[in-house]
Structure formats: structure tokens, C-alpha cells
């Protein structure tokens, strides 16, 4: 049995998607903090258990039987709530047995506890500990942070803000990084022991305007962005300017067995979608 946790979030589900691509429903359950959030993946077969991340004894019940684990890191973003959570699910985990765990980090956990990295660090010290089989699934920023504001602006009027100072970035779509996630799941035993540092194609903002004028048929003029953006887009958009999104590495692609999803495609996918249209 597969158990995924915080399958109700936008990554779990989508790991839940490839699951169901690959494997029987019935080798598959969920553990969410409130289950008729997911009865949709109920009446799909999928098995839905609770597991509140808050209540011990639930992640206990939940992840019994699991020959994989996969902990989605928790969406609060207090670092000792994060902490104090995840460390619950892993002790759950090694206290019912689990055969194997995945746990999705974020790149250079394994450097250091620092801003982001934080509670990340220290989940993946307790994954270690535990005793537990593991493979370490290091997560870059979610491309939809970056692509989708400029895009719906840039198809409605043709002028796209490039608030990267030129620099490039290295995230991933959360499709691609469910998909890696799935393929770990069902992969056996020849990801354990393995800690995968996660990053897509580097792309830059100009590269984007070629991209949408390809896809769309329309022109595209860039505009460089001077002015800082409010609250966490004007801290993210810094990162990028710093060259802090530039790290690359191959594994995302190692473990897809494909080259991972382009900005024409992901372009074409976003104007194909309702939010794009």
C-alpha cells in the first residue's frame, strides 16, 4: 500500500493523479485532516483515512500498513508548528513500520537550517534518525509562482514585466514534481537511500516573451521591472535578481525519464486553460 499525506493540497492530488496512472486504486490511499475533502478520490477507489498532522494518534492509524510513505511537508509555514508536525508524522511513520518514506524537502535543506530551509532541515535530520528506508525529494519554487500573473497579464496585453534582473531560474512545475513523486512510489527499492535535488530547465523572462509569441501568435514587448513588487513576490522576485535560482541539476529529469515540461507547453496548457482563457 502507497499512503500519500496532505493529499487534499494541489501537490498531493496531482501525486494521487500519477498514482492512478500507474498502479490500482485499491494501492492507494490518502491521509488528509478532513476526508470528505477528498471524497472525489474515494468514489475513484482510492482509500481515504484521516491524518492530522496536529493529532499523533491519527497519523498512526493512517500510515499503518504502508509499504511507501510519501510526507508531503505540511502547508503551515511557522517553522517550529512545521517542525513539531512533520517530526510527529515521521515518529508515526517508524512507530507503525512503514517500509519505506518519501518526504518532499526543499533545496539545500541538507546545507543548513536557514529561512526557508528551516523546518525542512530538520525533518529531513529526523527522517535519518528514524531508522527508516528514505529518499529525500528536494523541491525548487513552483514555476505557477513566477508564470502565471505574468502570463495572464502579458496575453491580455502583450507587454510581460521581467522582474528577474536578468538572471535565470531553475523551478519546476508542481505536474512535474507529482509525477518524479509517483515514480519514486512505484519505482521500488532502486530510489532508497537517495536524495534528490529537484530544479527544471533554466528559463529566463525573455525566453518566456519568445515562448508566448510562439504559442500565441501575437507580439510581445519585455519590460523590465524596477519597482518591487509587495510582500512575497517582492522577496521572491530578489532571490532571482541575487542569482539564488540559477542551481541546476539533472535529477528531475533522471527520475521522469523525460525532459520535464517547456514553457511553450506549459504556455499552451495555461491559454488552453479556463483561467487563461
Known amino acids: 500500500m502507497i499512503v500519500v499525506s496532505a493529499a487534499s493540497g494541489s501537490l498531493g492530488r496531482l501525486v494521487v493523479d500519477h498514482l492512478l496512472a500507474r498502479v490500482p486504486a485499491d494501492r492507494v490511499t490518502v491521509a488528509v485532516r478532513d476526508p470528505a475533502a477528498v471524497a472525489d478520490l474515494a468514489d475513484r477507489g482510492v482509500g481515504v483515512r484521516r491524518g492530522d498532522y496536529d493529532d499523533p494518534p491519527s497519523l498512526r492509524m ?4 504502508a509499504r511507501r510513505l510519501l510526507l508531503i511537508s505540511s502547508p503551515v509555514l511557522a517553522p517550529a508548528d512545521r517542525v513539531r508536525q512533520h517530526l510527529a508524522a515521521v515518529d508515526a511513520g517508524r512507530t ?3 517500509s519505506a518514506i518519501a518526504y518532499t524537502s526543499f533545496l539545500g535543506a541538507d546545507r543548513g537550517a536557514d529561512g526557508m530551509t528551516e523546518a525542512h532541515h530538520a525533518t529531513e535530520q529526523a527522517v535519518l534518525r528514524s531508522g527508516l528506508p528514505w529518499t529525500m525529494l528536494r523541491h525548487p519554487f513552483y514555476s505557477e509562482a513566477f508564470l ?4 495572464a497579464s502579458a496575453v491580455d496585453s502583450g507587454v510581460l514585466s521581467d522582474p528577474s534582473g536578468g538572471r535565470g531560474l531553475n523551478t519546476a512545475f508542481r505536474s512535474d514534481l507529482a509525477e518524479a513523486a509517483a515514480r519514486v512510489l512505484t519505482g521500488g527499492d532502486q ?3 537517495r536524495a534528490y535535488d529537484f530544479t527544471g530547465p ?3 523572462y525573455p525566453q518566456l516573451a519568445d515562448a508566448i509569441e510562439r504559442v500565441c501568435g501575437m507580439a510581445v514587448v519585455l519590460r523590465e521591472e524596477s519597482k518591487q513588487a509587495p510582500g512575497a513576490m517582492g522577496w521572491l522576485h530578489g532571490l532571482v535578481r541575487s542569482g539564488a535560482l540559477e542551481s541546476q541539476t539533472g535529477d528531475l529529469q ?3 525519464g523525460h525532459p520535464p515540461t517547456s514553457l511553450d ?8 486553460s479556463p483561467a487563461g482563457s
Open 202 to 204: 533554466l528559463w529566463t
Open 265 to 272: 507547453h506549459a504556455v499552451a496548457r495555461f491559454v488552453a
Open 96 to 98: 507503525v513500520g512503514v
Open 254 to 256: 533522471e527520475v521522469l
Open 148 to 151: 502565471e500573473p505574468g502570463l
Open 191 to 193: 530510489h532508497v537511500g
Open 62 to 65: 493512517a500510515f499503518d500498513g
